[in-house]
């Protein structure tokens, strides 16, 4: 039933535990509203019409238990977004038009960014795509006419191994510049060395295992990565120091762990960003490492398939966009050497 308020009469309808309210001016106005709502919602019910805040629910209960935690929380906001922005939970999913949905992407792009608001229709898109699967949604996907925004972009900054060393002598603890060392020669991603346990390092071997949860199956997928006589070296000073130490039960298995917690680190957001500061050199993040352990590679003549095998890439087409970059600066290099002002060079 209808209430006052102060500016008017607020209409109200529940289903399925979900309250979709409207602000009328009169009550007369509120209870028409209710009724028709209620005849909307039985409508859907008798075609068997799935709504937009089932469609939501469904698929983020699949994405909970398939996608790890920042992949679902991704999707997460994305449908927050979409609903803040006055889509009904409770409208049947074949109410979406193309129209509405191209002005709440160009909306975004400029309330957020571009960049933003393409990432938003990535993940409705897919979240469609596997409504259609199991949910029986209509085999059109309207987020798929929508073109995407434009972006800025800017290129993730690889430092030199000049400004690698700068920021290792900067840093303040033995085990911070034997993690840096680790990232540099495995070309691991952060969440790797992070969890990387003493199990599952190789010293007769020279190698460790890491473990990467990226496919789009959503497994985890280990690779033994071998390492350099200077990494192995610093596991090795690594297992002398951290032998002994007391920490929670169950947390003494990690190789590189918080003083903080006992535990594996998490995140570590600003701690390169401040050994880049203290170094004074221009600041990059850890997966820059990655990206300058491909360069060094590739600088050095390793075939491309030997590097996509080092960095565990799925795709050789990956490995490329990593080095890409560096083999177009050095053809253009290649073609301008040898250009000088002379008599006999009629470009010049």
């Known amino acids: ?16 535990g979900f309250r979709k309210r409207h602000r009328c001016k009169t009550k007369r106005e509120a209870l028409a509203w209710e009724l028709q709502t209620r005849k909307l919602i039985l409508q859907r019910q008798q075609t068997n ?48 038009d193309r129209r509405s949905l191209l002005l709440h992407f160009q909306e975004q792009a400029s309330k957020r960014s571009g960049n933003a608001a393409n990432k938003d229709r990535k993940n409705l898109l897919a979240a469609w795509t596997w409504g259609v699967k199991f949910l029986g949604l209509p085999p059109q996907n309207p987020f798929a006419f929508v073109p995407k925004q434009s972006e800025q972009r800017f290129p993730r900054r690889v430092p030199s191994l000049q400004e690698f060393w700068a920021v290792y002598n900067a840093a303040t603890t033995e085990q911070d510049r034997r993690m840096l060392l680790l990232f540099l020669y495995t070309g691991a991603r952060r969440s790797e060395l992070f969890a990387l346990r003493w199990q599952d390092v190789d010293f007769d071997q020279g190698r460790i295992r890491l473990f990467c949860r990226k496919n789009l199956q959503g497994t985890v997928k280990a690779d033994w990565v071998f390492l350099t006589n200077e990494a192995l070296a610093a596991l090795k000073e690594q297992g002398k120091e951290t032998q002994g130490k007391e920490v929670p039960a169950g947390l003494e298995e990690f190789v590189f762990r918080d003083p903080e917690t006992g535990g594996p680190y998490l995140y570590r ?80």
């Open 1 to 16: 039933m209808p209430y006052k308020i102060k500016s008017g009469w607020m209409a109200e309808v529940e289903r399925k």
């Open 49 to 96: 019409t799935v709504s937009l805040l089932e469609w939501c629910n469904a698929y983020l209960d699949f994405s909970k238990k398939k996608h790890v935690s920042k992949t679902y929380a991704e999707k997460r906001i994305a449908f927050s977004v979409f609903f803040s922005s006055g889509f009904a939970a409770d409208a049947g999913v074949d109410t979406l």
């Open 269 to 348: 957001l600003q701690w390169l960003r401040r050994l880049c500061d203290r170094a004074g050199v221009p600041r990059f993040g850890l997966h820059g490492l990655r990206h300058l352990c491909a360069t060094i590679l590739a600088g050095r003549g390793v075939p491309l398939v030997d590097i996509q095998r080092h960095l565990r890439h799925e795709h050789l087409t990956t490995t490329q966009r990593y080095i890409h970059q560096l083999t177009k600066n050095r053809t253009v290099l290649d073609a301008l050497s040898g250009v000088v002002n002379s008599p006999q060079n009629p470009h010049a």
